[in-house]
Structure formats: C-alpha cells, structure tokens
C-alpha cells in the first residue's frame, strides 16, 4: 500500500520505518526541514536502538521516502498516519492539539481522492470525532476521505521491536472500509496472530490514556509503598518482587524509585485529568491527581535522601549525577525527573557533572548551566556523592572499587533501586536507596 507519516518524532520516524519494512511504499513528512533531511539521509535524528539499521534497509528497498510537503503527501498516500505530538499546553494540564489540527488543516483541502486517514496521536476523547467531520468537510474527496483511530502504544527503548510485533492492535471506526484497509496495512501482523480489537473512535483513543493511566499508577502505587517501606525500616524491592509473583499483580512497572517521566505518561494522566474535568466526571479521575503528586515527590524524596547523604547542604558540595534521559536505551529527556533532580540541586548551591552517553546533547542544550563528562568516571572525579538516577546498564556494569578511588568521598544514592548495592558497600560505599533501610 502507499502510506504517509506524518510527523516524524520518536513515534513517526519509527513507524515510517516499520511501514517500509513490512513491505509498503512510505513518505514521511515533517515540518521539521532539519529532521527531514537526516531521514531522507538514513540518519536517525535521535537515539532508538534498531532503528539506523531499519532506515538504511528500507532505504536501501527504495521503499521509503521523506518530504515537508503536505501536498505531496496528499497526492501520494492510500493511508495517512498522523503521529504529530500533542504536548502540554503551558500553564494548563490539558493538550496542546494545534500540530494535530495544522496537519489536518494543511492534508485535508488536497486529499481529493478517496483515503484513510489515521490518527495516532494520544488525544482527549472526543477529538477523533472532531477530526472526522474536519477531514469530511475540507476533502474534495468528501465522504470518501475518512478518519479512523489506531492509538499506538510503543515505548521509547524497545519501539521498533513495539511496533513490528505490538501487543494488540486496535482500531477505532464504524467503518467498513476503514477496517479492510487497515487490515491490509497490517496484515503480517495479524497473520503473525496479534489480535485486533475494531471500537469505536472515542474507545480507541480511551484504550491509549487508559492504558497509560493505569501504568502510571503502577508506578505511583510502588512508589507510595516505597515511602511506607522508608517509614519503617522495610524494603521496597524485596515487597515488589513478593507481591509482582501474583500474577494478577505482575512484576513488570512495580520499580520502585525516581518514578515517570517522559513525553507520556505525566502530559497523558494530566490530559486526561483535564478532560475528565470538561466531561464533568473529575471525580471518576480524581485518583490520578494523586498519582502525579506521588511521582513528584519521588523527585522531592531524591533531593532529600542526596541532602542528607551530604550531610544536611548541598552549598559547595560536587555531586555526579549518572544518567540523564528520562529512563535508560532512550535520548529523550522530556520531563526526566534525572534532570528535574539535578537542576533543584544546582539551585540549593551545589556544583553538579552529568553523564549520560546518549542523551548529553539534548541535556546540555537544555540545561546549559549544568556541567558535563563524557565518562562516568570523569563525572565522579571530586564527588562528595554519586546519584544514579537512569539505570543505562553500563552504571550496573562501573567498577565500584575504581570508581572510588576518583571521588572525594565515595557516597551513592541509587534512586532507580537497580545497582548491586552489597557490592558498592564493599568496595567502601556509603550507600542510600529510595524505599529500602540505610545500611
Ligand atoms: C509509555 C508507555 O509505556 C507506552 O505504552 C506509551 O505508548 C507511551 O508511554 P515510554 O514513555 O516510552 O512509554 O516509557 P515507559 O517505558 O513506559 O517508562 C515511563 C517512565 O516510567 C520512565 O521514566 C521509567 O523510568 C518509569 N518507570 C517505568 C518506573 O519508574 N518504574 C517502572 O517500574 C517502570
């Protein structure tokens, strides 16, 4: 089939990609000259582990190709996927729908042949149908160009793997034709048996701010057991991995620590509060307003241990701080609470080095008046602690004896509960963790 992208973000570009590889002819576009022409180049314009090699392949097939043009993908596309960003309008909760509206705005007065257009975005329930009537008015198509919903559900890290063998498929239309179309976009999925659940447009864009509420509350959950465990001298881990063995439970998103951030989770659950408020049912959601007030304190909580592991101030102290995209395998580092961390330290006097090998550009570029090392150990040279913060597995694979040796006093915080802290401890670690008794 002939599919456009549009929006080539850490959800479009992957996506375009994944369309290639399957075997379709794929535009992508993005408004973004600079993003466009590195794809057009193979390069991706930021960090997502596979996706180089699938760029270079489908390239390499002739199969995929990038532009800015909304037009051409109009004239080009049987099936156009909207993947552009709805971030956090400033000084409100709720999202920011105008790329969305822009794209819909800009693709619908040249879409004059019958098309599918195919929202992915995470959206407030109710914009779909918005969409819909837009998309049937401005087409010259008219009722031909129609409008279904497929939210995705990839996470940064693992999202070429997400996309090319996602868990369901879902699919919002009262559409028959809509159906069968995306049933051919989709169709080695399907025969590789991953169900596929048609709703309608507003379940389908529910099923993604569900999913990610229920998530985020996971993690706000352990994250609230953590602060009990902390009042009481239990660990965290050790009550994570007894309770994730129910498998009604399950272990998987019960890590205790420095809790979510990302382009996800905490804009989706304020969204999502935010609508529920224009809905009238605030109360029905009202349990997020806490779940986001626990994640922030995790943040608080971390600032507070590395104080206190200092011994009280932070006012001349150097801290190394390990990791600064928002979880690990990712560059991304909006709203990453590693940063958040880091920034509120610097702010309370301390001097502060960051590593991160993937993410350094994006945090320098945004945080310019941290510093930052290009080696873990050049980040802890002079430390009077250690924060890890993003759990990369290169932290867990760092010598502890060596490492010590660079420092000025070798203390660790390890807010991701993910180190071998028995093994830091011998190597004559001071070592603090989030949710688990000081030893
Ligand atoms: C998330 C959803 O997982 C994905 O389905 C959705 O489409 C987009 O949002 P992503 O933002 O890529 O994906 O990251 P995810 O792996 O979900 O992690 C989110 C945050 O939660 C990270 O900051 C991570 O560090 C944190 N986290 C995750 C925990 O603190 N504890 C856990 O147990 C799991």
Known sequence: MRITVIGTGYLGAVHAACMAEIGHEVLGVDVDELKIAALAEGRPPFFEPGLADLLARTHAGGRLRFSTSLREAAEFGEVHFVCVGTPQRSGSFAADL???????????????????????????????ARLAGRVADLAPAGDAAELAWNPEFLREGTAVRDTLEPDRLVVGTGSARADAMLREVYAPMIEAGTPYLVTDLATAELVKVAANSFLATKISYVNAMAEICEATGADVTRLAEAIGLDDRIGSRFLSAGLGFGGGCLPKDIRAFLARGEELGVERSLRFLREVDEINMRCRQRTVDAARDLVGGSFLGKRIAVLGAAFKPDSDDIRDSPALNVAAVIKLQGAHITVHDEEAVDNARAAFPHLDYALEPAKACEGADAVLHLTEWRQYRELDPARLAAVTRTPRLLDARNALDLPHWRNAGWTVRALGRPAA
Do not use: M, N, R, W
């Not at 969305?100 to 779909?128: F, M, N, Q, R, Y």
């Open 98 to 128: 105008s790329h969305i509206d822009a794209v819909v705005d800009g693709l619908g007065p040249h879409l004059s042949e019958p098309c599918l257009v195919v929202g992915k975005s995470t959206v407030p329930v109710g914009t779909a």
